[in-house]
Structure formats: C-alpha cells, structure tokens
C-alpha cells in the first residue's frame, strides 16, 4: 500500500521507464552501437584526472575516521570556507564559509531550501521549460508549483508572464541557467530585469521573494560565454550548485547551496537549512566527496569542456544540414529542437523508428520541442547522423 501522495509520483514516472525500456529493447535486436540514445543527461566525458588523484591521496594522507566521520550538517569548514573563497575569486563576491552549506547534489539542495522556505499552499514559481523534477520537489513540502508559459522566440524568460504571475503567496521562483533543456545563458539584461521585478513585488506585499539559482550547468558555457552570478543582481537569492556536471560525479552525489549575508533572515534560513539537511536524511553530504572537492578547487580541476563543444557543433551542424530547426545552445550539453509536428510525441516515436531516443518537451512543460543530450561519445553522434537524415526526410524537411 503506498500513500496517496506517492501514486501520482508513480503514475508521472511512466515517460521514463518507457525510455528506457525502449532503449533495452531496441538495443537487444539492433545491437547496443546502433541505438542512438540521446535521452539521459548523464556526463559521458569522465571525471577530471585530480578526481581519482584525490581519492588516492585523501586516502593515503588523511586520518581514516576523519574522512569518514560525521561532521556538521552542514560539512567540512575548510571545503566551505575553499568554496567560497573560489566563488570569491572567480565572480568577485563576498562569501565566507558560513554562507556555504554542503549538499547531496543539487536535487538534495533543491529540497533542503524548499523545505527550508515553504509553508503549505505557498507558491513556487517555475519558468518554462523546466527541470521536471521542480514539479515533485515543491509538492512534496505540499507547496504549489506556477508555471510562466515558455517564449520560444529565444527562450529567455518571459518576464512579464513571470510578473504577473507573482501573488502575496509567491515563496520563491526557481531559475536554471545555463538551462535544462535549451542550453540558454540567461543574459545580464534578464537578470536585471527579473530582480526589479523581485523587489518591486516584495515591496508590493511586504513579502520575501527567495530566488533559487539551480545551477548544475554553470561551468558547461561555450564560445567565452559569462554566465553572471545571480547573488550580485538579487539579495534575496540562494544558489544551488552540484559537482555532477562540472566534475562528471552525478553518482557521487556532492553540491552545495550558497546561503548569502544579503539574503533577509540570513543567519536563521542557513541554521534551518542545516537542519532540513539532516531531517530530510541526507545528515550531510558524503564526506568524502566533500574532501575530494576541495583538493580539485585547489588544483584548479575542470571537465573536458571541448569535448561537449565539439558534440554540440557537430550536433548542431548536423540538424541544421536536415531542416531541423533549433537556437544554438551556449551552456549545458541539450539542444532542444522544434518538432516538425505539432504533436511532438509523436515525432518522439518515429525518431524511435530510427533508433534515436528524444524526449519530449512536454516533458520540460514545453510541448512542440524535443530535447536531445549530447553528453554521449561523438562517434554516437557521427553514427546517428544517417538517421536524423532519414528521419527529416519522412517529415519533407531535406530532399532525398
Ligand atoms: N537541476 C537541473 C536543471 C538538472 O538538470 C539536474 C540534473 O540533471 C539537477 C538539478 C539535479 O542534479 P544533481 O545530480 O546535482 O542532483
């Protein structure tokens, strides 16, 4: 017997599952190298070198129950006190270790702040398309998730969809940039925008406005592309940040969320924000993984960004030379590409006719897209290119 409010939870995790059963079943008769399987965003450049060099010295030159002790619920102070003084050198801001508070990847800060924040019946404000999981993760502290509608001129927000969608009982609006699905930088512009909005309607209802910067994309931005740090345009933001992407260790499961001095009630949201980290079962994050990131702060480790670069311009390249038509993405590792069809289930199915595993934006509330992850092998994209061929083909989009 599970709760009534796991059952729609279940329900929802359908388009997953098919997915990936699809992917098995397809790969059992054509053979795993003729499945193009472009649905999970799951980092296929590995981990940077320092990652195992750490582990290895962590190992060998730190005291056993230390490494592996408990330690405050909100982790190690000098990984926090490291972390901060990396943001501090690389977006000029003013952090100290106890803005820093150590989380079991983003998904896990995500919650810890939501469950930090949220009263029942409070509202969340997510801006299309979105990170699905957002949805799952505000009901569960039974707060109430508003979507802004996508513009897909550039996907950008829509900010006056955003304004007018601000109530007295708007809690917080989640941003991702560079963002799940679209690869979009949101620019200087927006962001200055998106805060006086914010403190125009705090003052309107003498209330506070918590921007949550998911950001686990942050370090994946091509062609010199400055992805501004939120916490410099807004006060009242937290910043939630995972190694998943940027070091290649989403199994790990090692973020943080950044708590600044600015933010209105600063002290007591970082001590509950502690304890919800403990509470919600998680007690801290992996202590090992908390160690192994600062030993890569300190020698400067980053993921092969050139690798991403060159799938997304060989993606990119490709679904152009078919007719396909999708805006040039500047960070993370989606391209998220018009359906030919309005319908883009549809199209989602026939692209499996050929093997290529998409999925649907309506998945990201953002029907009519398909979103496809190219943190795979470029040979995968070289061997796929024939079936996006064919497939553009079947839709009039290239000649024979
Ligand atoms: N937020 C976004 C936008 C994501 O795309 C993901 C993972 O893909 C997450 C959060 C969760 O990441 P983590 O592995 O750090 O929990």
Do not use: W
Not at 3 to 17: A, F, T, Y
Request: with cysteine.
């Amino acid at each position: 017997m599970i709760s009534e409010k796991m059952r729609p939870l279940v329900d929802n995790n359908s388009v997953i599952r098919v997915m990936f059963e699809e992917g098995k079943r397809l790969a059992a008769i054509y053979g795993a190298e003729n499945v193009y399987d472009f649905s999970l965003g799951n980092p296929n450049v590995p981990a940077p070198d320092e990652v195992k060099e750490a582990i290895l010295e962590i190992l060998d030159e730190e005291e056993s129950t230390f490494v592996h002790g408990y330690m405050s619920n909100a982790g190690y102070e000098d990984v926090r006190k490291t972390i901060a003084q990396s943001l501090n050198d690389r977006f000029q801001t003013n952090f100290g270790g106890d803005n820093i508070l150590m989380t079991v990847g983003a998904a896990s800060g995500l919650n810890v702040i939501l469950k930090t924040i949220l009263n029942p019946g409070e509202e969340v404000i997510a801006i299309a398309p979105y990170f699905v999981e957002y949805g799952n993760y505000v009901a569960n502290y039974d707060g109430r998730l508003v979507v802004v509608p996508p513009n897909t001129v550039d996907f950008q927000p829509d900010l006056e969809g955003l304004e007018s969608r601000i109530t007295a009982k708007t809690k917080a609006v989640i941003i991702n940039t560079p963002n799940n699905p679209t690869g979009v930088v949101y620019s200087d512009a927006t962001l200055r925008r998106m805060a006086e909005i914010l403190k125009k309607k705090e003052q309107e209802f003498g209330s506070m406005i918590v921007l949550i910067s998911d950001e686990p994309y942050r370090e994946l931005a091509y062609d010199g592309v400055e992805v501004p740090y939120v916490t410099k345009y807004y006060r009242d933001t937290v910043v939630c940040y995972s190694y998943s992407k940027s070091l290649s260790l989403p199994g790990e499961r090692i973020g943080y969320l950044v708590i600044p001095d600015e933010l209105s009630g600063s002290r007591e949201i970082f001590t509950a924000a502690s304890i919800a980290n403990r509470v919600l079962g998680s007690v801290n994050a992996p202590s090992l993984m908390q160690r192994v990131v600062k030993r890569c702060i300190e020698k400067g480790a980053t993921v092969n960004l050139a690798a991403y670069d060159r799938n997304r311009n060989r993606l990119y390249d490709g679904l152009k030379e078919c007719g396909f038509s999708c805006i040039r993405p500047e960070g993370a590792f989606y391209l998220f590409v018009k359906s030919p069809v309005e319908d883009e289930k549809e199209f989602c199915s026939r692209a499996s006719s050929h093997n290529l595993l998409l999925v649907p934006g309506s998945s990201f509330a953002c029907p009519g897209y398909v979103r496809i992850a190219y943190c795979v092998s470029y040979e995968q994209i070289e061997r796929s290119m024939p079936a996006f061929r064919a497939l553009a083909r079947e839709y009039g989009l290239v000649g024979e």
